[in-house]
C-alpha cells in the first residue's frame, strides 16, 4: 500500500523554524520527483519545493532563501526545513509523490 504520512507541523512564533518530514511507504521516493504543497484558508493550493529523482530542486519565489527541501532515501523520507517563518506561511502543507499520491497534511501556524 502506498502511503505518504506528513509529520512536524505545528505553532511556531514569527520568525521561527520548523521541520516538516514525509515518510513514504510502497514507493522509493528516489524514483519520483517529491514535493511539498501548501494550502491556506480561502487559497488554491499551491508547490513550495520538490525535489526530482535527478536531484534537482524548485522553490517558490516566496519561499527561496527560507526553506530547505532534502530527502533520506535510507530512510524513505523526504524533508522541509522552513525557517525565518512569516504569517503568510500558514497552512495545510502536503507531501506529494510523483503525479497522484498525497499525504493527509500536517498543519503549520506561524503566529504574530
Known amino acids: 500500500q502506498v502511503q505518504l504520512v506528513e509529520s512536524g507541523g505545528g505553532l511556531v512564533q514569527v520568525g521561527g523554524s520548523l521541520r516538516l518530514s514525509c515518510a513514504a511507504s510502497?514507493?522509493?521516493?528516489?524514483?519520483?520527483?517529491m514535493g511539498w504543497y501548501r494550502q491556506a484558508p480561502g487559497k488554491q493550493r499551491e508547490l513550495v519545493a520538490d525535489f526530482t529523482s535527478s536531484g534537482s530542486t524548485n522553490y517558490a519565489d516566496s519561499v527561496k532563501g527560507r526553506f530547505t527541501i532534502s530527502r533520506d532515501n535510507a530512510k524513505n523520507t523526504v524533508y522541509l526545513q522552513m525557517n525565518s517563518l512569516k504569517p503568510e506561511d500558514t497552512g495545510v502543507y502536503y507531501c506529494?509523490?510523483?503525479?497522484?499520491?498525497w499525504g493527509q497534511g500536517t498543519q503549520v501556524t506561524v503566529s504574530s
Open positions: 506529494k509523490a510523483g503525479r497522484a499520491v
Open positions: 510502497g514507493l522509493i521516493i528516489s524514483f519520483y520527483t
